[in-house]
């Protein structure tokens, strides 16, 4: 990333940061929208959703929603020097491929989150910010994908 696109990135972040739950709603939903298939991933004390909107509003999902706008933030907040979350990240492929979520699904959620970052900046959102998002969004999923290919094959 340049200096440029990351100034790009620092400054739209700052812009959400007030409401990160709403954000990541906004983001959820679209996904869900994209990939209904994704719905029966997310499963707390063995319950099934019947619905996007219920799964949407559940207490353990918003903390889920929290826990993924923190990761956001942490790679915003880390855009010098990406590499030092490399193994956090890794682990988060790992337990992402545990649950299992295929690895196509991740560019489902940088569409989402492109998506989100459109609705909630409006006309601040450019092709040069949008071009800087998707960067710093493979660069992350790039380090979590070194997390699945750590695992063993199964036969």
């Known amino acids: 990333l ?4 990351r100034a790009l990135i620092r400054e739209s972040w700052q812009r959400l ?6 954000h990541g709603l906004v983001l959820f939903s679209r996904l869900f929208d994209l990939d209904p298939d994704l719905l029966p991933l997310f499963q707390y004390n063995c319950k099934q ?6 799964c ?13 706008m923190l990761v ?4 915003v907040s880390h855009l010098e020097n990406l590499s030092c979350l490399e193994e956090y990240l890794c682990n988060l492929g790992k337990k992402h ?13 940088g569409e989402s989150l492109l998506y989100m970052l459109e609705k909630c900046l409006g006309a601040a959102f450019s092709p ?13 999923v790039k380090a979590m ?5 750590t695992l063993p094959e199964g036969d």
């Open 128 to 140: 040069e910010v949008q071009e800087a998002w998707s960067k710093l969004y493979n660069a992350v």
């Open 49 to 54: 959703f019947a619905s996007p909107q219920e």
């Open 145 to 149: 994908q070194r997390g699945w290919e």
């Open 97 to 109: 491929q545990a649950v299992g979520v295929k690895v196509e699904s991740f560019s489902t959620v």
């Open 56 to 68: 949407l509003s559940a207490p353990e999902f918003l903390d889920h929603i929290r826990k993924v």
């Open 17 to 22: 940061s007030g409401s990160p739950e709403q």
């Open 72 to 75: 956001i933030d942490a790679a």
């Open 2 to 5: 340049s200096g440029g696109q």
